[in-house]
Antibody, heavy 118, light 107 residues
Framework: EVQLVESGGGLVQPGGSLRLSCAAS????????MNWVRQAPGKGLEWVSY????????YYADSVKGRFTISRENAKNSLYLQMTSLRDEDTAVYYC???????????WGQGTLVTVSS | DIQMTQSPSSVSASVGDRVTITCRAS??????LAWYQQKPGKAPKLLIY???SLQSGVPSRFSGSGSGTDFTLTISSLQPEDFATYFC?????????FGGGTKVEIK
């Protein structure tokens, strides 16, 4: 069974930093690209970042470019999102999600809440 | 960036009703469209990928159609567990973009 478990969320002040982690199991993590997607309270979904299986290709949404860094450690079956210069508008539940190829973004974790507030 | 316009934003329906949700892309995306169901406090669940392919384990009352710019998700006979919010996602190019969502509510 595919499982994705996010951690690392919490309350942070504007301008602060936070590192999110996603632990993957139930599939060969190193074979799959991964995404981070976020959802502000009561709002829709916003794609944040993508990383290919070998980390050779990375994309970011314009809203986070230059502030967030996606990375992965295939040996640890783990995905990360380093977030810096956090803003109020970054407040959201952050989901890691598997890129299944033809099936697209197929499996999602349960999310971790990031709250940016003074 | 490709904009995804989803309609309606909400729909009230009864058990057994047929419900149709549409997504329109601002430019052609071939069949690179997926549909998701999300319940409060839960992660999105993939229903349909490549516009019309049913994800494993998803009931056959869900179906998708369309290509290019216009896409439809149909629930043929609404069941109590189907009351939720539905989103489309274009996967043709980065940045990936979602529709605004459709909340299916009990009439």
């Amino acid at each position: 069974e595919v499982q994705l478990v996010e951690s690392g969320g919490g309350l942070v002040q504007p301008g602060g930093s936070l590192r999110l982690s996603c632990a993957a199991s139930g599939f060969t993590f190193s074979d799959y690209s991964m995404n981070w997607v976020r959802q502000a309270p009561g709002k829709g979904l916003e794609w944040v970042s993508y990383i290919s299986s070998s980390s050779s290709t990375i994309y970011y949404a314009d809203s986070v470019k230059g502030r967030f860094t996606i990375s992965r450690e295939n040996a640890k079956n783990s995905l990360y999102l380093q977030m810096t210069s956090l803003r109020d508008e970054d407040t959201a539940v952050y989901y890691c999600a598997r890129e299944g190829g033809v099936t697209g973004v197929d499996y999602w974790g349960q999310g971790t809440l990031v709250t940016v507030s003074s | 960036d490709i904009q995804m316009t989803q309609s309606p934003s909400s729909v009230s329906a009864s058990v057994g009703d047929r419900v149709t949700i549409t997504c329109r892309a601002s430019q052609g995306i071939s069949s690179w469209l997926a549909w998701y169901q999300q319940k409060p406090g839960k992660a999105p669940k993939l229903l349909i990928y490549t516009a019309s392919s049913l994800q494993s384990g998803v009931p056959s009352r869900f179906s998708g159609s369309g290509s290019g710019t216009d896409f439809t998700l149909t629930i043929s006979s609404l069941q109590p567990e189907d009351f939720a919010t539905y989103f489309c996602l274009q996967a043709n190019s980065f940045p990936l973009t979602f529709g605004g969502g459709t909340k299916v509510e009990i009439k």
